[in-house]
C-alpha cells in the first residue's frame, strides 16, 4: 500500500546522509532529535518563539521547529554538533566558553547558530532594525551592542545570560575583524 | 495534526493544478505560519505543495522602473536589497522590525501577506471565532482584547492583521501578482484584504486556489525618506500594537505630498487617507499632523481595553510625520 502522508527521505546533516522514515508531520527539530540523533537543537516552545531550535540550512540560521523534515530535503543542515571543526572551537564558541555565555545551558545550542547566521548576515552587509540608515550608500554600521541585541532577539534565554552572550558576540566580531585586517 | 501528502512543484501551472485537484490542498511557503497553525488544528490542509521550489525568488526592476519582489523571496533577502532600501527605506524597515532572524530567513514574502491574525481566540480552539468557524462568535468582544483592532472593526470581529510587511507595502500602493489556472491576474494592495463585515473568514480578494507570483512596488511611490515604526510590548521579536509607515514631501514649508499607513489597528493595514488630505497644501507642521491624525482617528471605535491604541496612533503619526520633514 502507497501512503502519500509518510516516505523516506534523505537528511544532509553535519556533512553526513541520514536515511530516515518520515511521517510528513515531523518537523525537522523533531528528525534531528529523535530519528538522526542530534540532540544539539532544542524544543522551548515548538512554536518559533523562542529560537532554542535554531539550526543552520544552507547556511542560513533557521528555527527547526516551524520546518518539516520532508521540506528539509536537499538541503544543508548544520546543528550546533558540527560548528566546530574537529575539536577546534568556532570562535564564537571559545568566546561563549571564555565569557560565561550560558548559565544552565538550554539555550546555548541555538544562541551559538543564531550567532554564527548574525555574524555572517552582518558581514553581508545585512541592516537591522536598529539601524539608523538603512540606505545601501551608508556605511556598514558596526556591529555594537544595541545591533547584538536586536539581531539575536530571536534566541530567548530563561537564565537571562544575556549581559555576557552579547559580550560574546562582540567579542567573536572582533576577532573576526581582527583575522581581517 | 492531521495526516497531510507533500509535493514540491517545479512549474507554476504544476503547483496550480496539484492544489486544484486536491479538496483541501495549500502552498507552503516557509511554513512559519501554517505549520504554526496545523500544530494547532486551525488548519488541516490534505496536501501541502511546496512553492519555494518554484523560480519566483529573487528583487528585479521591471521595465517601468517599478521593483517586483517574486512571492517566494525571502523576507530577509527583500529587506536586505539595495534597490528596496534605497527607494522602498520603509518596507526595509517593516521587514526587519517583524518576527526574528530565523523567521525572515525562510518567511517568504507571500506567506507573510496571507499571515492569519495572532489572536489568541483565533488559535484557540476551544473558544468561539467567527474567523475560525463562521457564525460561531466572538470571544474577544469580552475577552482578552487590548491588542485588538480599533478602525474598520463589526461586531463579527475585532481581530487585527498582523503584518508588518503590508503596512508599508500599503504606503507604496503596491500591487498583488497572481497567477490561477484562467491566466494571470493582479491586485492593488488597497484593494487586496477585504472589509470584515460579517465575513471575517475572509480575509482577502485572492481567487480560490490563485498563487501568489510577486508584490510589485510602482516606480512613482518610492520615498528615500519613508520610515516605518513600530510599538510593541517588548524591544523585539514581538508583533505591533501599533505601527506606522509613512512618507513625506515638504516644500517651502507646505505638504506637497504625503501618505500614512497604520498597522495593528485594524483587520488590514489601514490607510489613513482621512489624514493624508487633511495635510496635503497645509504648512507641514506637528500641530497639523496631529490634528489630521485626529481627524483619521475620529472614526475610531475602542473595545473596553484597547481604547491607548487611539492616543498612540495619533501620537504616532505626528511623531513620525515630525521626524521626517524634520
Ligand atoms: C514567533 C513569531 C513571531 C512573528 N512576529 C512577526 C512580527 O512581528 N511581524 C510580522 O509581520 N510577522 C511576524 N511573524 C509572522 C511571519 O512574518 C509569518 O509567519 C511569515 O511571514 C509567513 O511566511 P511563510 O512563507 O512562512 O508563510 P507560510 O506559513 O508558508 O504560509 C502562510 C500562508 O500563505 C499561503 N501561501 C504561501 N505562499 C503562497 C503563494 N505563493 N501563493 C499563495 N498562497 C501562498 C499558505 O498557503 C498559507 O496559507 C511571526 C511569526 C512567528 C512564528
Ligand atoms: S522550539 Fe523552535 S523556536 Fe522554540
Ligand atoms: S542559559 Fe539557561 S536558558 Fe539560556
Same mark, same amino acid.
Given at each position: 500500500?502507497?501512503?502519500?502522508?509518510?516516505?523516506?527521505?534523505?537528511?544532509?546533516?553535519?556533512?553526513?546522509?541520514?536515511?530516515?522514515?518520515?511521517?510528513?508531520?515531523?518537523?525537522?527539530?523533531?528528525?534531528?532529535?529523535?530519528?538522526?540523533?542530534?540532540?544539539?537543537?532544542?524544543?522551548?516552545?515548538?512554536?518559533?518563539?523562542?529560537?532554542?531550535?535554531?539550526?543552520?540550512?544552507?547556511?542560513?540560521?533557521?528555527?527547526?521547529?516551524?520546518?518539516?523534515?520532508? @521540506?528539509?530535503?536537499?538541503?544543508?543542515?548544520?546543528?550546533?554538533?558540527?560548528?566546530?571543526?574537529?575539536?577546534?572551537?568556532?570562535?564564537?564558541?571559545?568566546?561563549?566558553?571564555?565569557?560565561?555565555?550560558?548559565?544552565?545551558?538550554?539555550?546555548? $545550542?541555538?544562541?551559538?547558530?543564531?550567532?554564527?547566521?548574525?555574524?555572517?548576515?552582518?558581514?553581508?552587509?545585512?541592516?537591522?532594525?536598529?539601524?539608523?540608515?538603512?540606505?545601501?550608500?551608508? $556605511?556598514?554600521?558596526?556591529?555594537?551592542?544595541?545591533?547584538?541585541?536586536?539581531?539575536?532577539?530571536?534566541?530567548?534565554?530563561?537564565?537571562?545570560?544575556?549581559?555576557?552572550?552579547?559580550? @560574546?558576540?562582540?567579542?567573536?566580531?572582533?576577532?573576526? @575583524?581582527?583575522? @581581517?585586517? | 495534526?492531521?495526516?497531510?501528502?507533500?509535493?514540491?512543484?517545479?512549474?507554476?501551472?504544476?503547483? #496550480? =493544478?496539484?492544489?486544484?485537484?486536491?479538496?483541501?490542498? &495549500?502552498?507552503?511557503?516557509?511554513?512559519?505560519?501554517?505549520?504554526? #497553525?496545523?500544530?494547532?488544528?486551525?488548519?488541516?490542509?490534505?496536501?501541502?505543495?511546496?512553492?519555494?521550489?518554484?523560480?519566483?525568488?529573487?528583487?528585479?526592476?521591471?521595465?517601468?522602473?517599478?521593483?517586483?519582489?517574486?512571492? +517566494? +523571496?525571502?523576507?530577509?533577502?527583500? /529587506?536586505?536589497?539595495?534597490?528596496?532600501?534605497? &527607494?522602498?527605506?520603509?518596507? *526595509?524597515?517593516?521587514? %526587519?522590525?517583524?518576527?526574528?532572524?530565523?523567521?525572515?530567513?525562510?518567511? +517568504?514574502?507571500?506567506?507573510?501577506?496571507?499571515? &492569519?491574525?495572532?489572536?489568541?481566540?483565533?488559535?484557540?480552539?476551544?473558544?468561539?471565532?467567527?474567523?475560525?468557524?463562521?457564525?460561531?462568535?466572538?470571544?474577544? %468582544?469580552?475577552?482578552?482584547?487590548?491588542?485588538?483592532?480599533?478602525?474598520?472593526?463589526?461586531?463579527?470581529?475585532?481581530?487585527?492583521? !498582523?503584518?508588518?510587511?503590508?503596512?508599508?507595502?500599503?504606503?507604496?500602493?503596491?500591487?498583488?501578482?497572481?497567477? +490561477?489556472?484562467?491566466?494571470?491576474?493582479?491586485?492593488?494592495?488597497?484593494?487586496?484584504?477585504? !472589509?470584515?463585515?460579517?465575513?471575517?473568514?475572509?480575509?482577502?480578494?485572492?481567487?480560490?486556489?490563485? #498563487?501568489?507570483? *510577486?508584490?510589485?512596488?510602482?516606480?512613482?511611490?518610492?520615498?528615500?525618506? *519613508?520610515?516605518?515604526?513600530?510599538?510593541?510590548?517588548?524591544?523585539?521579536?514581538?508583533?505591533?500594537?501599533?505601527? =506606522?509607515?509613512?512618507?513625506?514631501?515638504?516644500?517651502?514649508?507646505?505638504?506637497?505630498?504625503?501618505?500614512?499607513?497604520?498597522?495593528?489597528?485594524?483587520?488590514?493595514?489601514?490607510?489613513?487617507?482621512?489624514?493624508?488630505?487633511?495635510?496635503?497644501?497645509?504648512?507641514?507642521?506637528?500641530?497639523?499632523?496631529?490634528?489630521?491624525?485626529?481627524?483619521?482617528?475620529?472614526?475610531?471605535? /475602542? %473595545?473596553?481595553?484597547?481604547?491607548?491604541?487611539?492616543?498612540?496612533?495619533?501620537?504616532?503619526?505626528?511623531?513620525?510625520?515630525?521626524?521626517?520633514?524634520?
Amino acid at each position: 500500500m502507497t501512503d502519500a502522508t509518510r516516505g523516506a527521505i534523505s537528511l544532509q546533516v553535519n556533512g553526513a546522509e541520514h536515511r530516515i522514515d518520515v511521517d510528513n508531520r515531523r518537523t525537522l527539530l523533531d528528525a534531528l532529535r529523535e530519528d538522526t540523533g542530534h540532540t544539539g537543537p532544542k524544543k522551548g516552545c515548538d512554536f518559533g518563539q523562542c529560537g532554542a531550535c535554531t539550526i543552520l540550512v544552507d547556511g542560513r540560521r533557521v528555527v527547526s521547529c516551524l520546518t518539516l523534515a520532508v @521540506a528539509a530535503q536537499g538541503s544543508e543542515i548544520t546543528t550546533v554538533e558540527g560548528l566546530a571543526e574537529k575539536d577546534e572551537l568556532r570562535p564564537v564558541q571559545e568566546a561563549f566558553v571564555r565569557l560565561d555565555g550560558l548559565q544552565c545551558g538550554f539555550c546555548t $545550542p541555538g544562541q551559538l547558530c543564531s550567532a554564527v547566521g548574525v555574524l555572517a548576515e552582518h558581514a553581508a552587509g545585512w541592516p537591522s532594525a536598529v539601524t539608523a540608515d538603512v540606505s545601501p550608500d551608508c $556605511p556598514h554600521p558596526p556591529l555594537d551592542a544595541d545591533e547584538v541585541r536586536e539581531r539575536m532577539s530571536g534566541n530567548l534565554c530563561r537564565c537571562g545570560a544575556y549581559p555576557s552572550i552579547v559580550r @560574546a558576540v562582540l567579542d567573536a566580531a572582533d576577532e573576526r @575583524a581582527e583575522v @581581517a585586517r | 495534526m492531521k495526516e497531510f501528502a507533500y509535493s514540491r512543484a517545479n512549474g507554476v501551472r504544476e503547483a #496550480l =493544478v496539484m492544489v486544484a485537484e486536491q479538496e483541501n490542498g &495549500r502552498f507552503l511557503g516557509g511554513g512559519t505560519n501554517l505549520v504554526d #497553525l496545523m500544530k494547532r488544528g486551525v488548519e488541516a490542509p490534505d496536501l501541502l505543495v511546496d512553492v519555494r521550489s518554484l523560480p519566483l525568488a529573487g528583487v528585479r526592476e521591471d521595465d517601468d522602473g517599478d521593483v517586483v519582489i517574486g512571492a +517566494t +523571496t525571502t523576507n530577509s533577502d527583500a /529587506a536586505a536589497h539595495p534597490e528596496v532600501r534605497r &527607494r522602498y527605506p520603509a518596507l *526595509s524597515q517593516a521587514v %526587519l522590525a517583524g518576527a526574528s532572524g530565523q523567521l525572515r530567513n525562510v518567511a +517568504t514574502v507571500a506567506g507573510n501577506l496571507l499571515q &492569519r491574525t495572532r489572536c489568541a481566540f483565533f488559535a484557540d480552539l476551544s473558544t468561539a471565532c467567527n474567523k475560525r468557524v463562521p457564525g460561531s462568535g466572538c470571544a474577544a %468582544l469580552a475577552g482578552v482584547h487590548h491588542n485588538h483592532a480599533i478602525l474598520g472593526t463589526s461586531p463579527s470581529c475585532v481581530a487585527t492583521n !498582523p503584518s508588518d510587511m503590508a503596512v508599508s507595502l500599503m504606503l507604496f500602493d503596491a500591487v498583488v501578482h497572481y497567477e +490561477t489556472l484562467d491566466g494571470e491576474g493582479e491586485i492593488p494592495l488597497s484593494r487586496f484584504y477585504r !472589509p470584515v463585515g460579517d465575513t471575517p473568514h475572509v480575509e482577502t480578494a485572492l481567487p480560490a486556489g490563485a #498563487l501568489i507570483t *510577486s508584490v510589485r512596488l510602482p516606480r512613482a511611490t518610492a520615498g528615500e525618506r *519613508s520610515r516605518y515604526r513600530k510599538v510593541r510590548e517588548r524591544a523585539s521579536y514581538a508583533f505591533a500594537t501599533v505601527s =506606522v509607515a509613512a512618507d513625506l514631501e515638504v516644500r517651502a514649508g507646505r505638504v506637497h505630498e504625503v501618505r500614512i499607513a497604520l498597522g495593528g489597528v485594524a483587520s488590514h493595514p489601514w490607510r489613513a487617507r482621512i489624514a493624508e488630505e487633511e495635510l496635503r497644501g497645509g504648512p507641514a507642521v506637528p500641530e497639523r499632523f496631529r490634528a489630521a491624525a485626529e481627524a483619521e482617528l475620529a472614526a475610531a471605535r /475602542a %473595545l473596553p481595553h484597547n481604547g491607548y491604541k487611539v492616543t498612540l496612533a495619533r501620537n504616532l503619526i505626528q511623531s513620525v510625520l515630525t521626524e521626517i520633514a524634520g
